[in-house]
């Protein structure tokens, strides 16, 4: 622990004691239902999130021992020389700014993701007429997938067959059945300091461009600007194909590295400015 510098020092212990106390107190409270950052239309969001979900990570057992790991051995091996650079208060500063742009950038997305898609639910569940649903069962089946419907032989179906069958449906049921889509989309939280991270491996790559750097997976170095570069264009890439199943948060990390890039280029503006005088 000698070898950390002091801000990261303590901003590792602060997501360890968040992590420990989600896991210990999992069976009484939901850590993750109050603290993790949920669509500003969910009923668990509350403003306060755009900070704590920073502290946050996965659950154990599901990818969030890997997922708080690999957030932390980053901010170790990029933040400690980062605040050797700046000094804590500096190195502070940019870490919750990239923060807050990466839930900025995220929320902004979820918005446009599902802002149609919630306005086209709250128009069938006004009026479950068979139309309403064709349309959001063509426009948006990716929201309705993996949630089963029953019909009353018990057999789980899609929602095609739910149009070929409508008029021996319950249409309480069909309308149960679309609001729990809905309510499936936006209550899921999102949490983790990716997106800090990122901003500072954006930071170290612009200031020490030509330092190798080298991927577990990859035993070949990398100069640390193309390592920056190829990753935003990955991040950029998996965000927009929008693959089934994937619950990483693209757009969050390039957040991070967009208001990162962005208060860099303000302080070197500050500092060229300060020169002159």
Known sequence: MNRLTPAVKYLIIIN???FALSYLLQNSIDLHQYLGLFYFKSEYFQPYQFITHM???????YGGGFHILFNMYALFL???????????KRFIIYYMFTGLGAAALHTAVNWYMLHDFY?????FLISPEIENFKYLASNYS????GINFSLNNGTDVSPQVIIDNWNTININSIRNYVDFALERSINIPTVGASGAVFGLLLAFGMMFPNIPLMLFFIPIPIKAKYFVIG???LELVNGLTNIPGDNIAHFAHLGGMIFGFILLKIWYKNNINQQKR
């Open 119 to 123: 306005n086209a639910v709250q128009t």
């Open 231 to 233: 990753y935003g264009v």
């Open 142 to 145: 990716d929201y309705f997938r």
């Open 55 to 61: 502290f946050m990570h996965g659950r154990l057992g």
């Open 78 to 88: 990029f933040g400690s020389i980062l605040e050797r650079v700046w000094g804590a």
């Open 16 to 18: 360890g004691i968040f």
